[in-house]
């Protein structure tokens, strides 16, 4: 089995594609700090599966980091919660 990059690629590519979409006109506006979190499968065999999680990040803050990423968890709770 090798890595596929295609998923990580496809996924920050929708990424740019949206942050171009709702913020690409506006002159102010940069990137700043990015976080990525990968979950990695080995197959075990048959239908069995471990799992690592890889992150990587820019920000040398490591409050910031949190922060960000309870920002992100707030995000997806609501996503789901607000119908």
């Not at 992150?55 to 996503?79: C, F, K, T």
């Amino acid at each position: 089995m090798t890595l596929d990059g295609s998923v990580l690629g496809n996924c920050a590519s929708e990424q740019m594609e949206a942050l171009e979409r709702d913020y690409g006109d506006d002159e102010t506006v940069e990137i700043g700090a990015v976080i990525t979190i990968v979950q990695v499968l080995k197959s075990e065999g048959g239908d069995e599966y471990s799992s690592a999680v890889r992150m990587r990040h820019n920000v040398s803050d490591p409050y910031m980091v949190l922060g960000l990423m309870r920002a992100a968890e707030q995000n997806i709770l609501r996503s789901f919660g607000s119908d």
